[in-house]
Each structure stands twice: as C-alpha cells, then as structure tokens.
C-alpha cells in the first residue's frame, strides 16, 4: 500500500469513526499494550468493548480500506519499533456465561480469569488456563497450552468474524485446524470473536489446589518478574528450546536491550525503560543461527513478529 493510498484510507477511517461517535486514538506506542513493553507506534488505535464494536471496526477499516490488526493482551508477540501500520483494535469484549458444564466467553476474556472462574463454579478441564497471560482470542489463535492442557482439548465451537466476506459464522472444532502451537486462525483473516469451551463436573476446592500449584510452578521456573512474551521458539521435536539454548551456553547472553534469561533459556527479556524490539529481534536471530551450528537445529519462532519489520520472521 503506498503512503498516499494509506493517508487516504486513514482519512477515510477517521471521518467514518467520527460520524459513528467512536474514539480512535493517533500515534499510541504499542509498547505499553505488549508483555514485552517493545514496539513504536500505531497509526490509530480503538478499544473494542463489545463483539458488536469489534465487527463494526473491522467492517470501518476494510471499507477504508485500512489494515486491521486485533490485539489481545499483547503477551505473544514483538511489535517493530517502527510501528503498525493502520488501524489497531484492542479487543477487550469479555462477557462470560456459564451453561452447565459449557463455558461461553467473548474474545477479550482473560485466559487466567477464566481458569479462577472455572475452578470457583466446579468446572474441571481448563485449571492449566491460569498460566497463559493472554486473552481466550489470542490462546485460540495459537492453540496455547501448558501443563498438558491446550485449547484444541476444551474448545468446541468459535464464533468468528470473515474479514473476506464480511459475515459471521459458528466453526466446529474439528474445521479450526488445531495443531501443535498452531490453528487455521494462524493462516487466515478471520478475527475470533469467541468461543465456547466444554469442561467437565469437578471439585472446587480439588480444582483450586491444580491453579494454585501451576502458579507456584510458573514462579519458581519463569522470569515473571521481567518483560517477556513467553516461550520464544517452539520446541523441535522430541526436545526442548530451552534444552538447545542453555547447552549452548547462551543463558544470559544480551544484545542491547534485551537479554536471554538465566531462569529460563527459552525466554527473552528486555531492560525497563527503552526497550527495542529490533534487539529482541537481533538476539533471537543469534540463539537460532547458534544453536544452529552447535546442534544443526534450525529453531522456529513462537513468538509472532508484527508491524513494519523489513523482513519476515523465519
Ligand atoms: C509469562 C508468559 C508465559 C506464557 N506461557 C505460555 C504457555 O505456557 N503456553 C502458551 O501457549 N503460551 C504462553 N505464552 C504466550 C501467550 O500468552 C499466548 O500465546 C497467548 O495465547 C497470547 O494471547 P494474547 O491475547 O496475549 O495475544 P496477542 O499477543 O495480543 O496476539 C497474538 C496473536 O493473536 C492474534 N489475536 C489476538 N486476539 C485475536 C482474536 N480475537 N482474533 C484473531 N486473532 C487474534 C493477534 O492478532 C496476534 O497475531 C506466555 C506468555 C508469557 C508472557
């Protein structure tokens, strides 16, 4: 898209927000919306509070011929510190509604509040969902997952917006496509508007004592305390990431502002303050080309590099 079609379509954006009342902020770093608090800024930015806004968004900004970027909790992924451009659409829809042992929840839920929820009500299966930071969208899109658990096991139907077609429509499980850290979400333009998640009968108090364990777990071996965005490469097959990294002996190692942790290899930290994504970037692209050489393991990124990179993430 050329600069001038881009002013013309954020033009255009604009008068339509301003005509339908809603508040489109210029310019916002998206650092401060991301984990790992690196990233310049988004041309316009909109928080979506209700399904309904988040579709009338999408519906605005491809009219305006826009890009569109959905932001969950922004906990998996590495904004270019020259920004994004167009519009980004914080969903922050988060209704949540318990039908027997079905757990409806719009987009923007967070994934720890769900699992609380869960364990409150007596509903078994989704105790592991308090160690993802992120949104039920965001956790649908990767197919997150941790100890044991993963979405493809409790997700039964999504509710999604077509971005080709401009309609809504209800997806079974089986047609998401759910893999390892992956779903059809990944490789298409459909936006998740939510979902419903089938658990089982359980035992409050029983359920509580799994959520408490995996948070004391998650303390005592993840860098918590520091700006990350998780797991930052999948792990190859039969091995661990974090295996390959620290035998290689990168633990600790630094590029600028961002840092390969000493509690857990996998994960990269930046540096309060001024952080940069191009440094995360550059150390991430040193831990594959050196554990590459060391063990002839080309590591794969399970962190998403978004906005204006110069070139796509291996
Ligand atoms: C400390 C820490 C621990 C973590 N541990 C785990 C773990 O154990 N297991 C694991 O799997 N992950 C883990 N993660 C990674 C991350 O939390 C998950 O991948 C999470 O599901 C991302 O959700 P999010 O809302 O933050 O997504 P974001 O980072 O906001 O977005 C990620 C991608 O999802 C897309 N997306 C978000 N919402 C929607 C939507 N509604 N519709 C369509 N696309 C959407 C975005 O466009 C973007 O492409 C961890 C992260 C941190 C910081």
Redesign the pocket.
Known sequence: MSAVTTADGLGRLDEAAAAAGIVMERDVALSGL???RVGGPADRLAIAETVDQ?VALLRMAAEADVPA?????????VVADAGMRGLVIR?RADAVEIDGTELHAE??AS?AALAKRCARDGLAGFDWGI?????????????????GG?MADVVRTVD?FDARSGERRTLEHDACAFAY?DSR??HGR????GGVLQLERGEPGAIAELVDGHQQH?RAT???ADQ????VFRNPLGDHAGRLIEEAGLKGHRIGSARVSDLHAN?IVTVRGDARGADVRALGDFVRAVVSERFGVDLRY???F?GAWPEEAP
Not at 228 to 231: H, I, L
């Open positions: 991301t984990t790992l988040l970027f959905v932001l969950g909790k922004g906990s998996d992924i969903a987009a923007g994934m160690s993802i930071p992120g949104s039920l969208g965001g956790a649908i899109w990767a197919n997150a997952g941790a100890h993963e999604v850290r979400f990944k459909e936006v998740i508007l998650r993840q860098p918590l990350n965005a998780g797991s994960f399970e962190i998403e978004v």
